[in-house]
């Protein structure tokens, strides 16, 4: 009998291993609005809490705005929503020029549902250098309810 040994599975709110950008010491941060219970740093730093979410309804926007230009490989996302029915869209943006312009990389549609599908993770390949921001825009409710936006996690490699 031939046998091997696997390792276990990844723990289910973690991002799948790779080399992550410190966006503590690389990036600031620029957002359009934020609950206090639940600061951005909750979604950008791993370990930091229950993740991101806004303080009003409506559409939001989260920026990275870089020091140093960038080289992407991954920009891996996590939204949770488990109360509430809702089809939310996002758009990731990048910008090689300090946000004079910005290129699209994805633009997607979610349904949560508190009966089955309440998380979201999607985990963007990407080939980007020189990038100086990356700006992430939640419409979380397309429907126009008075949904807050929610980040749980973001991390870029």
Known sequence: MRKRIIPPA???NQ??????LDLERLAEVEITSEDPAH???????????????AAEPGEQTIRLVFA???????IWLEFVEPDVERAQEY????????????????????????????RQVEDHRVELSGVTMVELVI???????????????LRLA
């Open 39 to 53: 600061p951005i740093e909750s979604a950008l730093i791993p370990g930091q809490g229950t993740g991101w979410r």
């Open 15 to 20: 991002a799948p291993g790779d080399d992550w």
């Open 10 to 12: 990844q723990q289910e």
């Open 68 to 74: 140093s230009p960038q080289r992407l490989r991954r």
């Open 91 to 118: 758009v990731v943006r990048w910008s090689p020029d300090g946000g004079a312009t910005f290129r699209d990389v994805v633009r997607q549609q979610w349904n949560f549902s508190p009966q089955g599908a309440t």
């Open 139 to 153: 419409v979380p409710d397309v429907g126009g309810g008075g949904a807050r936006a929610s980040l749980a996690g």
